[in-house]
């Protein structure tokens, strides 16, 4: 069974730094092109970053560029996103997903993680 389990989200306050990680089961996320979602409240889905299959090229939406970093660990089957100088707008719940730019909102995704930027 292909699961997606995120943690590491929590409340920061501007300026502040988080760690967020996607525990992969049931495939290998190095064989897949895998990508950090997000949704603030009353919002759409938005796509965040990719990491590439293979190779492990990495993208951006602008609104993080150069705030926002992904990457994944193979030995543990784990995605990551780093997320530094946090601003009241990246307040939204995380997920990750498999396959996004394939499949969109239909895409897998986990139970996501609770990121709160406030002073």
């Known amino acids: 069974e292909v699961q997606l389990v995120e943690s590491g989200g929590g409340l920061v306050q501007p300026g502040g730094s988080l760690r967020l990680s996607c525990a992969a089961s049931?495939?290998?996320?190095?064989?897949?092109?895998m990508s950090w979602v997000r949704q603030a409240p009353g919002k759409g889905l938005e796509w965040v970053s990719t990491i590439v299959r293979g190779i492990g090229s990495t993208y951006y939406a602008d609104s993080v560029k150069e705030r926002f970093t992904i990457s994944r660990d193979n030995a543990k089957n784990t995605l990551y996103l780093q997320l530094n100088s946090l601003k009241t707008e990246d307040t939204a719940m995380y997920y990750c997903a498999k396959d996004w730019a394939r499949f969109g909102v239909s895409a897998v995704r986990g139970q996501g993680t609770q990121v709160t930027v406030s002073s």
């Open positions: 049931g495939f290998t996320t190095s064989t897949y092109d």
